[in-house]
Structures are given as C-alpha cells and as structure tokens.
C-alpha cells in the first residue's frame, strides 16, 4: 500500500531557530495535512492545504507556522521561531478527496524536540 | 515496520443500536498501546479509547469498549446505544516506545436516526 514519508524521524533544534519538517504525501493525493501530539496530550490538527493553498487551520496555527508545496511532491511544515512548547510529535496526512469517509493516509511522525 | 489495517472504510448503524469497527495491526514489538481516535468534522482528533498491549482486560469507557485480541493482532472498538453524535470518522492507532504513532486510514460511521 501506498504511503506518507515524512523526515526527519527526529529532529532537534535550539529555541529560536528555524525548523522545515519534510513530508512527501502520496503522489496521486490533493488534500494535505499536519496535526501535532505534545508527549502525553491528544492529536492536534493544525493546518489542510488544497490547491496550493490553506483551506483550513487551527488556533495552534499562528504566525510562526507556514506550510508550502515547493515542488509538487514535497509538503513542508516550517517553524520560524522555535519555542520550548513547539517540542511534539508532528504527523504529516494526505488525501485523495476531502469527502467525509475519505481514506486519511498518516506519516509515522517527526519528533521535534525544542532545547 | 508496524502497520494498521483498518478494513472497513465506510460503516452505518441504527441509532440505539451496536456497532463494531474492526481494526488489525502487525508488529513485533511486545509491549505497545493501541487507540481509537474520533475525527468530526472539525478535524480534531478526540481519543476514545486505550489498550495498554501489557494489560489483558479489555478497556472500556462508557458506551465504548474494545476486544484485544493480542495473538490475533486486533483491536475492535464496539459502540453500544448509538447516538447521532458518534456520527465521524474513527481512527486506530498504535504506538510503541519512542512515540512513534501509527495510523490506520480510517472508518466513517454514520448514525441513522
């Protein structure tokens, strides 16, 4: 079965600093999504992006955060100014619609850890 | 690598009545945990429901509970009394040390009143 690869697996990364985290969705797939695990608390979904832009985000997702599709199989996640409450598991989805019983393909996470 | 297999991708119950989502997994990890996730429209991701791998009862919060079955690898989540609020897409996860989640692709349940 087709499958979501996001890298790195672990990343860690000094307060203040810049981060991308990397996701390639599957390739025939339109609709793209991060959500976000801080170490003990629930699933948080932070930003949809359809059609080369957000169609949808949540409050988590402020300023600091962008999303982009440089090249049309990549889906990237950047924090522009790390802060210590930033540290989460973060988890890449894509999509091939956004229908309600759409299939939500999961990458198997990014581990940011903000020191 | 540890995959989840969510073979139901769209289910439908009457309201008040019982319904279960099935969901397998492969792994060769011994001690892990399984979840079911809620995802309404919103899209948050609302937790249901943990398996601690290490614990035989089966888990259970209110009209929710799940059949572990860990030689078999499945972890099926059974709604009783409906309600049309369960109405989402349902997801089941694993996770084992090192935080590492992973996700079936979901079932849509729809309750009919």
């Known amino acids: 079965e087709p499958e979501v690869t996001q890298t790195p697996s672990h990343q860690v990364t000094q307060m203040g600093q810049e981060v991308i985290l990397r996701c390639v969705p599957i390739?025939?797939?339109?609709?793209f999504y991060w959500y976000r695990q801080i170490l003990g608390q629930k699933v948080e979904f932070l930003v949809s992006f359809y059609n080369n832009e957000i169609s949808e985000k949540s409050e988590i997702f402020d300023d600091q955060f962008s999303v982009e599709r440089p090249d049309g199989s990549n889906f990237t996640l950047k924090i522009r100014s790390t802060k210590l409450e930033d540290s989460a598991m973060y988890f890449c989805?894509?999509?091939?619609?956004?229908?309600?019983?759409?299939?939500?393909?999961f990458g198997s996470g990014t581990q940011l850890s903000v020191l | 690598a540890q995959t989840v297999t969510q073979s139901q991708p769209e289910m439908s119950v009457q309201e008040a009545e019982t319904v279960t989502l099935s969901c397998t997994y492969d792994?060769?990890?011994?001690?892990?945990?399984l979840f079911w996730y809620k995802q309404p429209p919103s899209r948050q991701m609302i937790l249901v429901i943990r398996?601690?791998?290490?614990?035989?009862q089966n888990a259970t919060e209110n009209r929710f509970s799940v059949n572990f079955q860990k030689a078999a690898k499945s972890f099926s989540l059974k709604i009783s009394d409906s309600q049309l609020g369960d109405t989402a897409m349902y997801f089941c996860a694993f996770m084992w040390t090192g935080n590492q989640f992973y996700f079936g692709t979901g079932t849509s349940l729809t309750v009919i009143p």
């Open positions: 390739s025939n797939h339109l609709y």
């Open positions: 398996q601690e791998a290490y614990k035989q």
């Open positions: 989805a894509s999509s091939g619609g956004d229908r309600v019983n759409e299939k939500l393909f």
């Open positions: 792994t060769s990890e011994n001690n892990y945990y």
